[in-house]
């Protein structure tokens, strides 16, 4: 008896400190939510409005001659892969992870330290990834995409809707997607179209990663904490179940050593 109870007193501490680390990252990550969120909306703002000058681009029967318009039909697909950079977020780096088995033979790009360790390649963190890192990433593939060593761009990423949903999801960059109706032209475009597409390109690929690494990160931010909350709900029932046990065990000894004492005594 007097074991179970050193047993019980153990796992309650246990129970107790793994929920004071639980606690204690929920309120990190809610201290960072706010900011995340501001980040994303920013990103996806310029992301947007660069989208929306290349579908007018894309429009102009000039800039079918764009290298970026290529679509060769092949299947050399190469991935940029935005994971987290710690742990204890729920299913966060599990879905993007689970995604990427649709896609083994592709050319993988990691950002993040998960991905970094899933595929073996240097990169810097999600959550450091500035906009230089991306325009150097985004420059070095239009290159590479223009000289036609891979024929599809894809970036897997982790999509926000709310604080309670997140979903991993990949978006395809490159080719461009033919815009057809070019009664949307509304600039005029100098010195050509032609010309502005080719030269903002790689812009728009560095403001479509930008937008995805923010968003992923605002991904992982909610998903840790919804992942402590529900760890430390956890923990509490668990620690209840653990005291009602002790006290039980404790009432269970003290009763034993009372009989003990009582059947001593011969009374």
């Known amino acids: 008896m007097g074991a179970d109870i050193k047993g019980?007193?153990?796992r309650i501490k246990s129970v107790s400190s793994t929920q004071h680390l639980t606690k204690a990252m929920g309120l990190v990550a809610s201290s960072k939510i706010r900011k995340s969120n501001m980040r994303m909306q920013k990103s996806l703002e310029y992301s947007n409005t660069v989208c929306e000058t290349i579908n007018e681009l894309s429009a102009c029967r000039e800039c079918q001659k764009s290298p970026y318009m290529r679509n060769a039909g092949g299947d050399r697909l190469r991935l940029i892969v935005i994971a987290g950079d710690r742990g204890l977020a729920g299913g966060y780096n599990a879905n993007i992870f689970r995604l990427m088995r649709e896609y083994e033979n592709a050319?993988?790009?990691?950002?993040g330290k998960r991905a970094t360790e899933r595929y073996g390649k240097e990169t810097v963190l999600a959550e450091t990834f500035s906009y230089s890192d991306a325009k150097a990433l985004s420059t070095k593939l239009c290159k590479d995409f223009a000289n036609g060593e891979f024929d599809k761009l894809g970036i897997v990423y982790t999509k926000y809707h709310?604080?309670?949903?997140?979903?991993?999801?990949?978006?395809?960059?490159?080719p461009l997607e033919k815009n057809?109706?070019?009664?949307?032209?509304?600039?005029?475009f100098e010195p050509?179209?032609?010309?502005?597409?080719?030269?903002?390109?790689?812009?728009?690929?560095t403001g479509v990663l930008v937008a995805c690494v923010?968003?992923?990160?605002?991904?992982e931010v909610s998903a840790r904490r919804v992942a402590m909350d529900s760890a430390d709900k956890n923990a509490q029932e668990m620690?209840?179940?653990?005291?009602?046990?002790?006290?039980?065990?404790?009432?269970?000894?003290i009763t034993q050593e009372i009989?003990?004492?009582?059947?001593?005594s011969g009374l």
């Open 214 to 219: 923010k968003e992923s990160v605002a991904s």
């Open 192 to 205: 050509d179209e032609l010309t502005v597409l080719n030269a903002a390109v790689p812009e728009y690929v």
């Open 180 to 188: 057809n109706n070019e009664k949307s032209m509304g600039a005029i």
């Open 162 to 174: 709310s604080m309670m949903s997140q979903e991993a999801t990949i978006r395809y960059v490159l």
């Open 239 to 253: 620690l209840s179940q653990l005291s009602l046990e002790y006290n039980r065990a404790r009432q269970s000894s």
């Open 107 to 111: 050319d993988v790009i990691p950002i």
């Open 259 to 264: 009989t003990e004492i009582v059947a001593g």
């Open 8 to 10: 019980l007193r153990v």
